[in-house]
């Protein structure tokens, strides 16, 4: 088969299924995507310039808009040259955030397209105005409201849609929802997996060490900022440390802004490290920065609990790949960390706005031995169930399938059916 995929950072959301395509053999699959470093063997990337920034003219209202147009425009020059080359896709898959795909049924308008949709913004009911200490002026609504403009546009294609999460697709309107189809995303059970053997040995982060007697607490995003929780557990810290003089933690994280605003003045980091003033042992607390993946997996294989809180927004992969690995999580009790996570049976759940709350969560957690254990091992049975990779490609070979009318992109994977425990018997 022929297959087109268009994300603006290469490989992105479709890394696993790229790498299943070039395993498979005998696809032409082509990618276009700014430039970057990334490269998978068998895959053509096309790179496209990113357009220039709108000007300062544009109101900020529809700023979003002329990114999108602009990068729309460009994709589709890209597209039309590949087509003059004599290369018509059998399917395009790709993302709608930044408006890549909008210009693509002009060049192909018999090819299926598959547009991933991420989150609809609301200015009530999810991520705006949920946290009160970080106000959203009601001035910025009309921005929050405008960057839906990219959603409907992409709805209005008519083309076929993608969801990662049922609360993801649960943001769209009802109207919208029948055309998107929730394709669940799954973690590598065979890399992300339970590994005892960490806990025998020293892990070092900068100058800091985890020996294995110490108990380690694990927090994961991509950058340090409310949207993630970070305030609410650098507040806990304290608590954390003082109970437990052999309790390490690393926050991973950078100090750049994922979503959401800048702090008003340098960092998040540094910002809520200021509030704390001084009252944390930051020779028991590392903050390696963003890790390579390979760190990353070894700490949550090494963590004895591991905290994932966010807001009601997009769920990250790093809480999947948490439970794949047999973490014991202690997540905050939002909609997005509860598809995922079932308070008592597979992790813990503690109110988002609760930092006592959530130190002695993870204080009961490191004292409770047993209870760790149970979550631990249902979270990985839980992860096996419903987390497979493997399950993932096979609904993406499904929906290739039904679209192109039978074509096959690769053979389906057996995934093991989920182990059931024998029933007890009384004699």
Request: proline share 9%; hydrophobic share 40%.
């Given at each position: ?209 985890v020996a294995p007697s110490d108990r380690l607490v694990t927090y994961v995003s991509r950058d340090l900022e ?202």
């Open positions: 088969m022929k297959l087109l995929l268009v994300h603006q950072n290469f490989p992105a959301q479709f890394l696993h299924l790229l790498r299943r395509l070039a395993a498979a053999g005998g696809h032409e699959v082509l990618f276009i995507s700014e430039p970057n470093r990334n490269r998978i063997d068998g895959v053509r990337v096309v790179p496209y310039r990113r357009p220039p920034p709108s000007s300062a003219a544009t109101h900020p209202a529809a700023r979003d808009l002329d990114a999108a147009a602009r990068r729309a425009e460009a994709v589709a020059r890209s597209a039309a040259t590949l087509k003059t080359l004599g290369f018509t896709p059998d399917i395009v898959l790709g993302h709608h955030g930044w408006g890549e795909l909008l210009n693509l049924p002009d060049v192909w308008p018999d090819v299926p397209l598959v547009g991933y949709f991420e989150f609809y913004y609301r200015i009530d009911g999810s991520d705006v105005g949920f946290d009160p200490e970080f106000p959203t002026d009601p001035g910025d609504f009309p921005r929050i409201r405008a960057k839906n403009t990219i959603n409907l546009l992409a709805l209005q294609l008519g083309r076929h849609g993608q969801s990662p999460t049922a609360w993801q697709h649960s943001t769209y309107p009802a109207w919208a929802q029948p055309g998107i189809e929730i394709l669940r995303e799954g973690a590598d059970l065979d890399r992300c997996r339970p590994d005892p053997a960490l806990r025998r040995k020293p892990l070092k982060f900068g100058q800091m060490t409310p949207y993630r929780g970070a305030h609410v557990m650098f507040r806990a810290l304290p608590a954390l440390l003082a109970a437990r003089p052999d309790l390490k933690v690393v926050m991973v994280g950078g100090d750049g802004v994922s979503y959401g605003a800048p702090a008003a003045r340098g960092t998040w980091r540094q910002h809520f490290l200021d509030q704390l003033g001084g009252g944390v042992d930051l020779s028991r607390v590392a903050f390696p920065g963003r890790v390579p993946y390979d760190t990353f997996l070894r700490l949550l294989q090494r963590s004895d609990a591991h905290v994932y809180l966010s807001y009601p927004f997009v769920a990250s992969w790093s809480l999947r790949e948490a439970l794949a690995c047999g973490c014991v999580v202690v997540g905050s009790d939002t909609p997005p960390v509860r598809e995922f996570v079932t308070d008592r049976v597979n992790g813990r759940l503690v109110s988002f706005f609760d930092p006592p709350g959530l130190a002695a969560m993870v204080l009961e957690l490191l004292e409770d031995r047993a209870q760790a254990r149970r979550l631990r091992e249902a979270a990985r049975a839980g992860a096996e169930r419903t987390l497979d990779l493997r399950a993932t490609l096979a609904d993406y070979a499904a929906l290739i399938r039904r679209l192109t009318r039978g074509g096959e992109i690769f053979p389906a994977e057996a995934v093991p059916a989920p182990k059931r425990r024998r029933a007890a018997t009384s004699r």
